[in-house]
């Protein structure tokens, strides 16, 4: 099993770009979630998925889009790149919210 | 919505020591109460969690307790070991307004000192 994969790691956007986080996982989880960790400020969550075709937003929404048409991935859409979304974003996975995360290797972005 | 306050930030204690690390929460319809450890540029990994049915658990040097009554939780880690540093994150479950997830405490940088 590969567990929870992200693709790419590192990211380097310009201001007004558009891009899109990848995340699958293999473990036939119904439940997946993105965050975002800025330094001094734990991990915010920003939408999440509790089955094929459902998704929610979390604490941080704004600027960010998902979609879950597949049980396998959980795509994150970055509409119109801001510097304020320089982040390292993270990936998770797991059977309900309330067992263990299983979180991707995460992806650096860079909004300049 | 959930908000949860953890403390300290930072940490620093003498390796063979215990260390305590606390958190507040303040929806008392959470039920579940998980750490994680991220070490460096690592990804955050479960180390223990607790539900609101219980108490305490233990898993061999590492410990948590819940007071519900209190809306508090603590992390308690003893003989501390080098490899024991890291940040470590609470975190508590919340559920309302459609909202299903998990909010997360900003985090402890705990040292262990040789």
């Known amino acids: 099993n590969a567990g929870v994969t992200q693709t790419p790691k590192f990211q380097v956007l310009k201001t007004g770009q558009s891009m899109t986080l990848q995340c699958a996982q293999d473990?036939?989880?119904?439940?997946m979630s993105w965050y975002r960790q800025d330094p001094g400020m734990g991990l915010r969550l920003i939408h999440y998925?509790?089955?094929?075709?459902?998704?929610d937003q979390g604490e941080v929404p704004n600027g960010y889009n998902v979609s879950r048409s597949t049980t396998e991935d959980f795509p994150l859409r970055l509409l119109s790149a801001a510097p304020s979304q320089t982040s390292v974003y993270f990936c998770?996975?797991?059977?309900?919210?309330?067992?263990?995360?299983?979180f991707g290797p995460g992806t650096r972005l860079t909004v300049t | 919505g959930e908000n949860v306050e953890q403390h300290p930030s930072t940490l620093s204690v003498q390796e063979g020591d215990s260390a305590v690390i606390k958190c507040t929460y303040s929806?008392?319809?959470?039920?579940?109460f998980p750490w994680y450890k991220q070490e460096l540029g690592k990804r955050p990994q479960l180390i223990i969690d607790?539900?609101?049915?219980?108490g305490e658990k233990k898993d061999q040097r590492i410990a948590v307790t819940l007071n519900k009554t209190a809306k508090h939780f603590s992390l308690h880690i003893t003989e501390t070991q080098p490899e024991d540093s890291a940040v470590y994150f609470c975190?508590?479950?919340?559920?309302?307004?459609?909202?299903?997830?998990?909010?997360f405490g900003k985090g402890t940088h705990l040292i262990i000192q040789p």
């Open positions: 998770a996975s797991s059977q309900t919210v309330l067992r263990e995360q299983y």
């Open positions: 473990m036939n989880h119904e439940y």
């Open positions: 998925s509790v089955g094929a075709g459902i998704t």
């Open positions: 929806d008392s319809a959470s039920n579940y």
């Open positions: 607790i539900r609101s049915n219980v």
């Open positions: 975190a508590a479950e919340y559920s309302g307004g459609g909202a299903d997830g998990l909010t």
